[in-house]
């Protein structure tokens, strides 16, 4: 994770974003199937720009002090993917029987790059709001040296959404991520957090 400054750092000069496929598309032509999906499902760039937020992050909302927790976000697979472990202050989640508990909020993602489709994806859970997984997928803008993800949800019946989080680092050791709710093509930010390294 020590290595991941110099891989922001060099972003611009290398054109981390996802630009090319990882088999040129001639050689994929020339290989049988089976082979074609394992050299895609090899980690390469994309991947370890995710990696260069690997680690243990303090969050912070930026308006709403008691909005804080803990994310943790470590490499599974080699790095081709990333767990990433959220805990948040304590609040009234949904359980068993239609009661209400008592608990800290937490949530679980999936971090990766898919090579084929040539798009960050990530797939989110919580125990709080919602009973569906997301799934988004992203870009990277190299020059912004922003992650930015689109995703659609219906968490009331009937009411369907499109939202977009943005992921844009600072340096090293901070990155902020403001959430969006899009509608009729128009981004109003409704959330905004600042992430610092604790380790």
Do not use: C
Not at 53 to 80: C, E
Not at 185 to 196: C, D, I, M, Q, S
């Amino acid at each position: 994770m020590v290595l991941l400054v110099a891989i922001w750092a060099l972003a611009p000069a290398v054109g981390l974003a996802q630009v090319k496929p990882a088999v040129p598309a001639a050689k994929a032509n020339q290989t049988s199937p089976m082979q074609q999906m394992l050299d895609l499902s090899h980690p390469g760039p994309n991947h370890a720009l995710l990696g260069t937020l690997a680690g243990t992050w303090h969050f912070q909302d930026m308006k709403l002090a008691f909005v804080q927790g803990t994310l943790s976000r470590k490499p599974i697979y080699n790095g081709r993917f990333y767990m990433v472990e959220i805990i948040g202050g304590r609040l009234q989640v949904p359980v068993g029987g239609g009661r209400m508990q008592d608990e800290s909020y937490q949530g679980l993602q999936l971090e990766g790059y898919d090579n084929a489709q040539l798009k960050f994806v990530t797939t989110a859970i919580n125990n709080h709001i919602g009973s569906n997984t997301e799934l988004q997928t992203g870009t990277y803008d190299v020059a912004a040296k922003a992650l930015t993800y689109e995703w659609d949800s219906e968490l009331i019946q009937g009411q369907p959404k499109h939202n977009r989080r943005v992921l844009k680092m600072i340096d090293s050791n901070r990155y902020t991520e403001v959430y969006y709710d899009v509608q009729n093509g128009k981004a109003t930010p409704v959330r905004t957090l600042e992430y610092t390294r604790s380790n």
